[in-house]
Nanobody, 125 residues
Framework: QLQLVESGGGLVQPGGSLRLSCAAS????????IGWFRQAPGKGREGVSC???????NYADPVEGRFAISRDNRKNTVYLQMNSLKPEDTAVYYC???????????????????WGQGTQVTVSS
């Protein structure tokens, strides 16, 4: 059974850090680009970061310099390190698998066709 499971969310104070994990089972992540997305209450889903199979990364402007995406193919897991968190980072965070395509560099507008169930991140004092 193919499965993506996010974990690591929680409640954190402004300025704090969290590390999200996206673990795959039933398939290997190393042949796919992976994206992190988020959806805040009352808002649409937005791209946060993505990483290609070759390790090239892309970040949304609001998180550039604060978040870092990485992958550990031995653990079949992709991570999102989130630092200097702000209340506006509050959202449900999802990881997703990008449909294979010739272009290596990932974009948030690419087709992501397999999603995890999400993990809640709340930034509040």
């Amino acid at each position: 059974q193919l499965q993506l499971v996010e974990s690591g969310g929680g409640l954190v104070q402004p300025g704090g850090s969290l590390r999200l994990s996206c673990a795959a089972s039933g398939f290997t992540l190393d042949t796919y680009a992976i994206g992190w997305f988020r959806q805040a209450p009352g808002k649409g889903r937005e791209g946060v970061s993505c990483i290609s199979t070759r390790g090239s990364t892309n970040y949304a402007d609001p998180v550039e310099g604060r978040f870092a995406i990485s992958r550990d193919n031995r653990k079949n897991t992709v991570y999102l390190q989130m630092n200097s968190l702000k209340p506006e980072d509050t959202a449900v965070y999802y990881c997703a698998v990008r449909r294979p395509m010739l272009r290596s560099i990932c974009e948030f507008s690419d087709e992501y066709y397999y999603w995890g169930q999400g993990t809640q991140v709340t930034v509040s004092s």
